[in-house]
Each structure stands twice: as structure tokens, then as C-alpha cells.
């Protein structure tokens, strides 16, 4: 096994600028938090005031334009997140919505990873226990 260590070398009471990338706190890297393009509409993910916990919530800024029962479907608070524990990677649960009646069909598992960049995120969504259906996946891009 190899390691190396490097150096900088600058002189006694040189002040040295910080990385750009690390100089963020620690909370404000590669968070949801928020707002994002998501399938042509806009939604803005901010933490919520739950206790001992990392959690974020949805507010729709602007619906996806081809969603399907709009009066109940993409409505701010249906997605629900937790941070995965130091981590890019935040889990939860999103609201689903029956296609022929548009009533409540149970709450679908939602993972989303944020890329190191921080301005793209893959969401990926599965149906509620019991309904058949392939997971959907959306790339989100940050828009601020």
C-alpha cells in the first residue's frame, strides 16, 4: 500500500485563500435544499423544523406541465426527505395519485442523490407497496 502527502509551502504568516468548494459550511454542500427543474416544472426543497432529524419538504413553484390529475397531483408538502447521515444521498416518500380517479393511492419510496457538483441530482421514485410499476427516474438540475 502507497501514500503520499503533500505539502504547501508559502512563507511563516502567509495567509493562504481557502478552497472555494470547501470553504462552504458543511450544511450548505450537496444539499436538496433549494430550487430545482424537475420534468419541465420547478420545485424548491427546504428543511423543515422536524427534531433530530435532517428533513426537507417539497413546495411546487411551477407544476409539470404534463402531469396527469393536477388538482391534487404536485402539490406542495407530497415529497418528504431525510439525509442519509453525512451523506449526498436523501430518502423518503412521495405522495401517489390513481391515473382513472385521482385519488390517493399510498406513498411511493423516492431516493435522491446529489452529484458532487451540486447543481444536478438524480430522483429516482417507486410505487406505493402493492402497486405494480417500474421506478421512474428524473435528472434534476439546480436552478438556485
Not at 30 to 40: D, K, M, V
Amino acid at each position: 500500500m502507497l501514500a503520499a502527502a503533500v505539502a504547501v509551502s508559502a512563507p511563516h504568516g502567509t495567509k493562504l485563500a481557502p478552497d472555494p468548494i470547501h470553504a462552504k459550511p458543511a450544511s450548505e454542500r450537496r444539499t436538496i435544499a433549494g430550487e430545482w427543474s424537475f420534468a419541465n416544472g420547478v420545485v424548491l426543497f427546504y428543511r423543515t423544523r422536524a427534531k433530530n432529524a435532517e428533513t426537507y419538504t417539497d413546495q411546487v413553484v411551477m407544476q409539470r406541465p404534463s402531469v396527469f390529475c393536477p388538482q391534487v397531483n404536485d402539490q406542495a408538502g407530497q415529497i418528504v426527505l431525510h439525509r442519509v447521515k453525512r451523506s449526498r444521498l436523501f430518502t423518503g416518500t412521495w405522495q401517489w395519485f390513481y391515473t382513472s380517479n385521482c385519488t390517493f393511492a399510498g406513498y411511493g419510496r423516492v431516493t435522491i442523490r446529489v452529484w458532487w457538483s451540486d447543481q444536478t441530482a438524480i430522483f429516482v421514485s417507486y410505487p406505493p407497496p402493492g402497486l405494480d410499476g417500474p421506478s421512474t427516474t428524473f435528472v434534476l438540475e439546480r436552478l438556485k
